[in-house]
């Protein structure tokens, strides 16, 4: 079982800046696919950001420009780093890593990390 751990979510202010951590087992992020979701209260969970195997990045015009995907090999973590913080960007957020098989593709998801943006 891959197992991922999410860390560094909080309370901030309109305009702030969080930066979002994402451990995970073994070594799982040269392997997998990964990227960050979120889920609001009431809404579905949506993309934030993905990044491939080979480090191509995708990320949702929502956060484009604002939001940062990033990788520290030493330690095999995922970051995320989130600046410009809106109030529409509180969720529960969500470290994902993923494999594609021909009959379909296969999650691992890690616990999520509450943010919070409110004046």
């Known amino acids: 079982q891959v197992q991922l751990v999410e860390s560094g979510g909080g309370l901030v202010q309109p305009g702030g800046s969080l930066r979002l951590s994402c451990a995970a087992s073994?070594?799982?992020?040269?392997?997998?696919?990964m990227g960050w979701y979120r889920q609001a209260p009431g809404k579905q969970r949506e993309l934030v950001v993905g990044?491939?195997?080979?480090?191509?990045?995708n990320y949702a015009d929502s956060v484009k420009g604002r939001f940062t995907i990033s990788r520290d090999n030493a330690k095999n973590p995922l970051y995320l780093q989130m600046n410009s913080l809106k109030p529409e960007g509180t969720a529960v957020y969500y470290c994902?890593?993923?494999?594609?098989?021909?009959?379909?593709?296969?999650?691992?998801w890690g616990q999520g990390t509450q943010v919070t943006v409110s004046s």
């Open positions: 073994g070594s799982i992020f040269s392997r997998y696919a």
């Open positions: 990044i491939t195997r080979i480090g191509s990045t």
């Open positions: 994902n890593a993923n494999v594609e098989f021909p009959t379909g593709r296969y999650d691992y």
